[in-house]
């Protein structure tokens, strides 16, 4: 609360009394009129090389009547909870906890507690809906695409670890980089595009 | 685009009146160096397990059980580890080149 008065204070002082100029399109969030249809997301899926992703939070498999589901089951999820390597495992896990949630202006948390007993429901909070699995560059490119023609919020999280909070994002549409696994070892590396008459000799 | 090298660690140069602060040079040449090129899923446990099958040490990232990305911010913020007092700041290549060209 009194973050929120001291932003408005300095935004006060900074700008008087002129209006803040309002956003020409807000994104299309999950839940608006301007969702896609699944329709849409269908012919998304026919040019990837995986299915649509549809992350959950991390608590999610607490709630769930079955003892499995893709998130995993929940007595390896109280035993994992804090593990960095598990979290980044799954596409709707921040590194963060906080980063899962979500607070309605009104103070109202929307979010998938750990501890089920507290018999409050378990919510999305900031996990995006739907996402895409990347393995290679189509995919990329066909995900980006379709976000920009259907103007969503483009998430993209590979290990969850951004401190801002930039790796999840409500009603948004994820974009996940984790199993963009190739690596190669070069002896004597050459950039591409340099010059073959200059040479820099580094250390080895 | 040219790719970002961090070129030396003592370029600390004099000037009259200050001393300016380690200059980040942008070269475009051939670099005679090993280097590993990775994709943006790849993790510091999966980077130092690969490089030292490789036989080579890399100054890299430190987080509890390496489950950070390896190919993105650490490297483009300086690459500043633990070992960067004695073995300079991290050198991987924030993008992925073309190794034959």
Not at chain 1, 79 to 85: E, F, K, P, Q, R
Not at chain 1, 174 to 183: E, G, P, R, V, Y
Not at chain 2, 39 to 48: D, F, H, K, L, R
């Amino acid at each position: 609360m009194l973050n929120k008065y001291l932003t408005l204070l300095l935004f006060s002082t900074t700008l008087g009394n002129a209006a803040p100029k309002p956003h020409t399109q807000c994104r299309c969030i999950y839940g608006d009129p301007c969702w896609p249809t699944e329709a849409e997301f269908s012919s998304l899926s026919n040019l990837l090389s995986q299915p649509l992703l549809h992350p959950l939070p991390t608590a999610y498999p607490c709630y769930s009547s079955s003892s499995s589901t893709p998130a995993g089951n929940c007595s390896e999820v109280q035993a994992l909870y804090t593990d960095g390597n598990f979290r980044a495992d799954n596409p709707g896990s921040m590194q963060n906890a906080n980063f899962e949630t979500y607070l309605f202006p009104n103070g109202t948390i929307d979010a998938c507690y750990l501890n089920a007993t507290l018999n409050i429901p378990c919510k999305q909070g900031s996990i995006p809906p739907i996402g895409v699995d990347i393995r290679k560059a189509e995919d990329a490119q066909a995900a980006v695409k379709f976000a920009n023609e259907k103007n969503l919020r483009l998430v993209i999280k590979n290990t969850g670890h951004d401190y801002l909070g930039r790796s999840a994002g409500r009603g948004g549409f994820l974009h996940w980089t984790h199993h963009l696994k190739d690596k190669v070892f070069h002896a004597s590396f050459v950039p591409q595009g340099a010059p073959s008459n200059q040479t820099y000799e580094g250390e080895h | 685009m040219h790719p970002l090298f961090l070129k030396g660690r003592h370029r600390i140069r004099r000037t009259r009146v200050s001393i300016e602060p380690i200059s980040v040079d942008l070269i475009n040449a051939h670099i005679l160096v090993p280097a590993v090129t990775f994709g943006a899923g790849i993790q510091w446990y999966e980077a130092y397990d690969y490089i030292d099958g490789q036989g080579r040490f890399v100054v890299g990232g430190l987080s509890q059980g390496g489950s950070v990305g390896s190919a993105g911010g650490w490297v483009m913020g300086g690459g500043h580890s633990a070992f960067s007092p004695s073995l300079g700041l991290g050198k991987i290549l924030p993008s992925r080149r073309n190794p034959n060209n």
